[in-house]
């Protein structure tokens, strides 16, 4: 036996999508008030800009497996790193957004960018051998902006967009095409703002 007629459903699907509207809206807006990485918009064209960052000072975690399986177990590791694993110890404030690269060598790297406040000789000592701070320096960064749910396809779809419109205008990168997410991992897709970064030379 069914819980409810269609009829008299229609009006309960309508509630839920609405309240799970706010819900992702209201993640979104809580993602979006955490600090991010400042940036100069250099140029725009084609749905690319051009952006100059200046010096970063980064956290990340490398693993070999699947994209699901290495993401998802760098942030784990990271947020255990900015909440209590490191020597100080201290509560770093997250930041957003979470990056993700796929080097060939090292497997998936998950990346945080500390806090401003943070310099390379500020930042918190992780306990984890296997988190490493770097510093970032200053560089000039092409970034193609787009929405939808995260996975290694959809990484692959959009570096190939953004590489192809590298090509034709031929400017040179440095190949470490980096996914930005902004946005809870639950907040849906359509709602969802990330990027593709990749490092001019």
């Known amino acids: 036996m069914g819980w409810m007629s269609s009829r008299s459903a229609a009006p309960a699907v309508a509630l839920l999508v609405a309240a799970l509207t706010v819900v992702a809206g209201a993640g979104t807006a809580e993602a979006r008030k955490l600090e991010r990485p400042e940036y100069t918009v250099v140029s725009e064209d084609g749905g690319v800009q051009i952006r100059d960052y200046g010096t970063e000072v980064v956290?990340?975690?490398a693993m070999r497996?699947?994209?699901n399986q290495a993401v998802s177990q760098g942030y784990i590791n990271l947020e255990k790193y900015f909440t209590h694993a490191n020597a100080t110890p201290e509560a770093i404030p997250f930041t957003r957004p979470v990056m993700v690269r796929d080097d060939q060598a090292s497997g998936w790297t998950t990346m945080f960018v500390l806090p401003k406040a943070y310099r390379i000789e500020s930042a918190p000592r992780p306990t984890d051998r296997r988190i490493r701070v770097v510093e970032v320096p200053a560089r000039r960064t092409a970034?193609?902006?787009f929405g939808g749910k995260l996975n290694q396809d959809a990484m692959r779809?959009?570096?190939?967009t953004l590489q192809a419109w590298l090509d034709a205008?031929?400017?040179a990168h440095e190949n470490d095409f980096t996914m930005a997410?902004?946005?809870a991992s639950w907040v849906p897709g359509?709602?969802?703002?990330?990027?593709i970064i990749v490092t001019l030379k």
């Open 59 to 61: 956290a990340q975690f």
């Open 65 to 67: 497996g699947t994209y």
């Open 143 to 145: 970034v193609l902006i």
């Open 157 to 160: 779809e959009h570096v190939a």
């Open 169 to 171: 205008k031929g400017i």
């Open 181 to 183: 997410s902004y946005d």
């Open 190 to 195: 359509g709602a969802r703002r990330n990027e």
